[in-house]
């Protein structure tokens, strides 16, 4: 795209450069190329900008540079500048609503036409899946389980009964939300009682509203008393995320 365009996808201004220029890419200071924009927002990487290959840099709007040979953009945040221009080099891929052919989904699990099911995913009984979520290979929805609109939950990931997750979140690889815990009762006859742990795991959106950003989620329990909430937490690590990141 050209200068001018990047420039206003990334609410910035053109302080120097030919509004022309062709910008292909964007990257780091140490890593951009030709063609490609970078930015600098921590003064500590400014040694870094005399070596850089980029032709277009974003700048917060004090921040001078000894560089006459590459176009800057002024930028009130030039990290959220930069960030802009990448969603716009590398876009989310669109859904495409389809169920693949090795899914299992229960007959009493509500699934909206406009999702993705990938492969081998498992949604059971009572489950909810609103529009727009993507769920990748291997995944396994548990009964009673709630997906909110927009939600992408990546493969091998497990949501364990009676959960709930909120809109436009991302769970990665591997994470298990809702993990059974290791909580036990010693009894007279010195045997081990296991606890149950009733509580409802909940993963949310902080706001309701369409611009929330998807990194924005709260972990919380729900239902039960404060006694039971803290011994779920204990014993559950609130509600077990592994390896968790919101994007």
């Known amino acids: 795209m050209k200068l001018s365009e990047l420039a206003k996808i990334a609410d910035s201004t053109i302080e120097s450069g030919e509004p022309t220029l062709e910008i292909v890419s964007a990257a780091g200071l140490d890593l951009a190329q030709k063609g ?16 850089t290959n980029a032709s277009a840099i974003f700048l917060a709007t004090d921040t001078a540079i000894e560089r006459g040979d590459i176009a800057v953009l002024r930028a009130k945040d030039p990290y959220l500048a930069y960030t802009k221009a990448l969603r716009a080099f590398f876009p989310e891929p669109a859904l495409t609503p389809f169920v693949h052919s090795s899914a299992v989904i ?54 364990r009964e009676n959960c709930e997750i909120g809109r436009r979140c991302t769970i990665h690889n591997n994470t298990t939300i809702g993990s059974d815990g290791f909580g036990y009762a010693k009894t007279p006859e010195k045997s081990w009682l296991k606890i149950p ?42 509600i077990h995320v592994r390896s968790m990141r919101t994007h």
Request: glycine share 6%; hydrophobic share 30%; no cysteine.
């Open 36 to 51: 490609e924009v970078t930015f600098l927002a921590n003064p500590k990487y400014t040694s870094q900008v005399a070596a």
């Open 106 to 159: 229960d007959p009493t699990a509500s699934v909206d036409p406009e999702t993705e099911i990938h492969a081998n995913a498992v949604i059971g009984p009572n489950a909810v899946i609103e529009k727009g979520v993507r769920i990748l290979p291997n995944v396994t929805i548990y009964e009673n389980v709630r997906v909110g609109e927009g939600t992408t939950i990546h493969s091998g990931v497990s949501v």
């Open 197 to 238: 742990q009733p509580a409802v795991s909940s993963l949310r959106t902080m706001s309701r509203s369409e611009r929330t950003p998807r990194s924005t989620v709260l972990l919380s329990e729900r239902r039960g008393s404060d006694a039971e909430q803290r011994s779920t937490t204990s014993s559950r690590s609130g």
